[in-house]
């Protein structure tokens, strides 16, 4: 059940992304947005390719190095992007700044009022298109980045590093 738990905190996480996509499109102009949406993407998706190739060597080395059994080791190796996780969810936010006009809280007590704004995300039927079109991509693209690796495994018997290597090549 633990490991249930923190295999959904992971992934849920990862829906920083879209967040992420918005942030970066509030503290550029338009001029430039398309090239900084583009940068903090691209880095998204070599993050799921470097964990692709990365992932498989950890495995190794801790089932290497400590003599652990596969079983075990898998489920050691994620906790590295746990941590990693939380480590950089703590730098953003006690280093990273809200908005391009400042910290959310003082804007907030001069007059900001987030239901106002909020109710303007709902009803934006641009914010409706954008979350189904995304979700359904992006669904895929988590459900290949998921079983790549293993599939190389099974279907070509690479070895896992290996695997990992070729999976990597696909984001």
Same mark, same amino acid.
Not at 2 to 13: D, K, T
Not at 71 to 79: E, H, K, N, P, S
Not at 101 to 109: E, P, S, V
Not at 146 to 159: E, G, H, K, S, V
């Given at each position: 059940?633990? =490991?249930?738990?923190?295999?959904? =905190?992971?992934?849920?996480? &990862?829906?920083?992304?879209?967040?992420?996509?918005?942030?970066?499109?509030?503290?550029?102009?338009?001029?430039? %947005?398309?090239?900084?949406?583009?940068? $903090?993407?691209?880095?998204?998706?070599?993050?799921?390719g /470097?964990?692709?190739?990365l992932? +498989?060597?950890?495995?190794?080395?801790?089932?290497?190095?400590? @003599?652990?059994?596969?079983?075990?080791?898998?489920?050691?190796?994620?906790? &590295?992007? @746990?941590?990693?996780?939380?480590?950089?969810? &703590?730098? %953003?936010?006690?280093?990273?700044?809200?908005? +391009?006009?400042?910290?959310? *809280?003082?804007l907030?007590?001069?007059?900001?009022?987030?239901?106002? /704004? =909020?109710?303007n995300?709902? $009803?934006?039927?641009?914010?409706?298109?954008? /979350?189904?079109?995304? @979700?359904?991509?992006?669904?895929?693209? &988590?459900?290949?980045?998921?079983?790549?690796? *293993?599939?190389?495994?099974?279907?070509?018997?690479?070895?896992?590093?290996?695997? @990992?290597?070729?999976?990597?090549? =696909?984001?």
């Amino acid at each position: 059940v633990g =490991f249930i738990l923190a295999r959904f =905190f992971i992934g849920f996480s &990862l829906a920083t992304f879209v967040s992420c996509q918005y942030w970066m499109s509030s503290f550029f102009s338009g001029k430039v %947005v398309g090239t900084a949406n583009g940068i $903090t993407a691209g880095w998204g998706n070599l993050g799921g390719g /470097a964990t692709q190739l990365l992932m +498989p060597l950890v495995f190794d080395l801790i089932r290497d190095g400590i @003599g652990v059994t596969d079983f075990t080791a898998w489920r050691i190796a994620f906790f &590295l992007p @746990g941590v990693m996780h939380i480590v950089v969810g &703590l730098a %953003v936010l006690l280093l990273g700044q809200d908005l +391009p006009d400042g910290q959310y *809280q003082a804007l907030k007590n001069g007059g900001t009022n987030f239901f106002k /704004a =909020f109710q303007n995300a709902v $009803t934006n039927y641009r914010m409706w298109v954008f /979350a189904i079109t995304y @979700g359904y991509c992006f669904g895929v693209e &988590l459900t290949v980045d998921t079983i790549i690796a *293993q599939y190389f495994y099974d279907r070509f018997n690479l070895r896992l590093q290996k695997a @990992g290597t070729v999976a990597s090549t =696909f984001g």
